[in-house]
């Protein structure tokens, strides 16, 4: 079993469509948690970080389930421009970063 | 862009030589950690220097090997390449090693024939 597993998807929906993802981690030490996007043959570029608290930022929204040992995505109201890889990271204070496979979004007109 | 720089951008070897792949990071950051990522897959965390000593490490055999420089860029060495060594090199520049959020280069293409 991998440490950090996502449904890799591919999750195809309409603009406008509400999508959300879920990362479930093994690692009950895990400290901190983030959401990074991919495009296709690019870098993975920062999306958000998950706080236990859960955060907003505009049509994005993390939550984190400590006790259930997952993470999720919401994206509200797709855009084309949302079409990505959706990787979540989880770090341990070990000095230890663990990504996930990735979800793929393909948003369509 | 993140002002992170990689090179070679491209790279393609064959089974038994060594690589030495080459990471500019972010100006104002001290913290280097270098990534694995085949295709289809997530990267995988090779490891990670801070100030020039390895601060963590993953699951990966001793022939990958790294440093980091007083500028805090930082070199992935890799040994006796093997055919499962071909994949895409990412590193990325953090500020201290409280896991903030990571800047990664453009990344470097190993091919190993």
């Known amino acids: 079993r991998k440490e950090v597993e996502q449904d890799p998807g591919p999750f195809n929906v309409p603009e406008g469509a509400t999508v959300a993802f879920n990362c479930t981690y093994s690692?009950?030490?895990?400290?901190?948690f983030f959401w990074y996007r991919q495009d296709c043959r690019k870098e993975p570029k920062l999306l958000m970080s998950?706080?236990?608290s859960g955060n907003e930022d505009g049509r994005f929204t993390a939550q984190l389930n400590r006790a259930s040992q997952y993470i999720s995505l919401l994206i509200r109201d797709s855009k084309l421009s949302d079409s990505a890889t959706y990787l979540c990271?989880?770090?341990?204070?070990?000095?230890?970063?663990?990504f996930g496979d990735g979800t793929t979004l393909t948003v369509k007109p | 862009e993140t002002g992170v720089t990689q090179s070679p951008t491209h790279l393609i070897k064959t089974r038994g030589q060594q690589v030495t792949l080459r990471c500019s990071s972010q100006?104002?950051?001290?913290?280097v950690s270098w990534y694995q990522q085949a295709l289809g897959q997530g990267p995988q965390f090779i490891f990670q220097?801070?100030?020039?000593?390895?601060?963590g490490r993953g699951n990966f055999p001793p022939r990958f090997s790294g440093l980091q420089f007083p500028n805090y860029s930082s070199e992935l060495n890799v040994n006796a390449l093997e055919l499962d060594d071909s994949a895409l090199y990412l590193c990325?520049?953090?500020?201290?090693?409280?896991?903030?959020?990571?800047?990664f280069g453009p990344g470097t293409r190993l091919t190993v024939l």
């Open positions: 690692n009950s030490a895990s400290q901190s």
């Open positions: 998950v706080y236990s």
């Open positions: 100006s104002g950051h001290n913290t």
């Open positions: 990271v989880v770090n341990t204070n070990a000095g230890k970063s663990t």
């Open positions: 220097y801070y100030r020039e000593e390895e601060n």
């Open positions: 990325a520049s953090s500020l201290g090693t409280s896991w903030n959020e990571q800047f």
